[in-house]
C-alpha cells in the first residue's frame, strides 16, 4: 500500500521535530551529529516517496541536492563533514519545513 501525499509530508515533518530537538543540543558532540544525520536521511527518503513532479514543484533543483546528501549519508558516512549538517539544519531546513507545511495547508 502506497502512502499519501499528506502522510509523506507529515512523515517528514516528525523527522524535522526530532532534528530541530537534536540542534538545541552540543553540535559538537558526534552522538548528536550521527541522529541528526539519521533524521536527515529519513526526512528525505520520507519526501522520496512523492511523485517526481511534486518534488520538482516542490524543491525545483535542490532535489537532487537533498537526494545526494541522503545518499551520502547512507551510503558513506564518513564522507559528510559535521559542519555541512550544521549548515543544513541552521540555513537549509527552515526552509524545507515551511515548503512542506505550506503544501500540507493546500492539500
Known amino acids: 500500500m502506497s502512502r499519501t501525499e499528506p502522510e509523506l ?35 528525505i527518503d520520507a519526501l522520496s516517496g512523492l511523485p517526481a513532479p511534486v518534488l520538482d514543484d516542490l ?5 537532487s541536492a537533498m537526494r545526494g546528501l541522503r545518499n551520502r549519508i547512507a551510503h558513506g558516512y564518513h564522507l559528510v563533514a559535521p559542519e555541512v549538517l550544521r549548515i543544513t539544519v541552521i540555513e537549509e531546513l527552515p526552509d524545507v519545513r515551511e515548503i512542506i507545511e505550506s503544501r500540507l495547508r493546500t492539500s
Request: proline letters at 0%; aromatic letters at 10%.
Open 59 to 63: 524543491f525545483g533543483e535542490d532535489w
Open 9 to 43: 509530508l507529515r512523515t517528514a515533518l516528525l523527522h524535522l521535530d526530532f532534528i530541530d530537538e537534536y540542534a538545541s543540543m552540543d553540535l559538537e558532540q558526534s552522538v548528536v551529529v550521527d541522529a541528526i544525520a539519521l533524521r536527515l536521511a529519513g526526512m
